[in-house]
């Protein structure tokens, strides 16, 4: 018989070594995938070259709130204590993060939600950034440009998604939304996952959440050596799931599809209100 230090030795001479999975596969990719990737860093340039909003939007994920362990690593004399299990009936609360990146003045905006990530919470976060009375000013503030996923609350998918758009940022604050979203799987290249969340992660990697109060501080308190300012604030309110739009409300928008994946890439215009 051979010992299972032996056989250790033998596999590691054969250049074998323990390997974790690695996620790679995305599946098929969709065939305008390419094309989609090209429209969108082209819009972005023009939209950025002629002084509009440009914003990155996604959902982060859900944080439960509590003395949970999580994930990562910090320096202390001591570790934390936590509790053993992530039982959801031990959480404070379950925290669910909405992050708006401005790409133009390299400024994180994070809307931490109470409730479900509905289409009404991702508008509505968007419209308490667009409210902010520090809010950085853009050149011409007609026109402005989400990038978001395919999925979600923002997905392209849901009409409610739409009917927010309109009502909330179109009809409210009587600018010209456009909608671009990125191909399904492939949202690790919205900007606001590698250019906020991921430094937020950094931020309190290793730290518990136990309040709502903490997870602010945690991602106010993130920064970068590119200079990434975050706000955050809380949006405790009930978002009711399952919302229906019937066909004639979808008829009422003024929604324009673009020519180039006319389902992932619109425009939504303010309607005229009459007297």
């Not at 009936?89 to 401005?102: L, S």
């Not at 989400?146 to 940022?169: F, H, S, T, V």
């Not at 399904?184 to 937020?200: C, D, H, M, Q």
């Not at 518990?208 to 109060?213: A, I």
Request: aromatic share 10%.
């Amino acid at each position: 018989m051979i010992g299972h230090v032996t056989i250790g030795r033998l596999l590691k001479g054969l250049d074998y070594s323990l390997k974790s999975n690695r996620k790679r596969f995305t599946g098929p990719p969709h065939p305008d995938r390419d094309r989609q990737f090209r429209y969108i860093r082209r819009v972005t340039q023009l939209f950025l070259a002629a002084g509009h909003p440009v914003i990155s939007v996604d959902g982060k994920k859900k944080e439960l709130i509590g003395n949970f362990a999580n994930a990562g690593q910090a320096w202390c004399r001591e570790p934390e204590e936590v509790n053993v299990h992530d039982f959801r009936q031990d959480a404070v609360g379950r925290a669910a993060p909405y992050g708006i990146y401005d790409l133009r003045h390299n400024l994180g905006c994070v809307a931490v939600g109470t409730s479900a990530e509905t289409p009404q919470f991702t508008v509505d976060a968007i419209a308490w950034w667009w409210t902010l009375d520090d809010r950085p000013h853009f050149p011409n503030e007609e026109k402005m440009l989400i990038l978001c996923d395919a999925g979600g609350g923002n997905g392209y998918r849901p009409r409610l998604w739409k009917k927010q758009i309109q009502e909330q940022l179109a009809d409210r604050f009587g600018i010209e939304v456009m909608v671009c979203h990125y191909p399904t799987g492939a949202s690790k290249w919205n900007p606001v996952e590698y250019r906020l969340f991921s430094p937020i992660s950094l931020n309190w990697a290793g730290k518990p959440l136990r309040s709502f109060d903490i997870m602010l501080a945690y991602i106010q308190g993130t920064t970068t050596a590119t200079g990434l300012e975050v706000k955050a604030c809380l949006l405790d309110q009930e978002y009711e799931t399952g919302i229906k739009v019937s066909n004639k409300e979808m008829a009422a928008l003024n929604l324009v599809r673009r020519r180039v994946c006319p389902n992932w890439n619109y425009v939504i215009k303010p309607r005229r209100v009459s007297p």
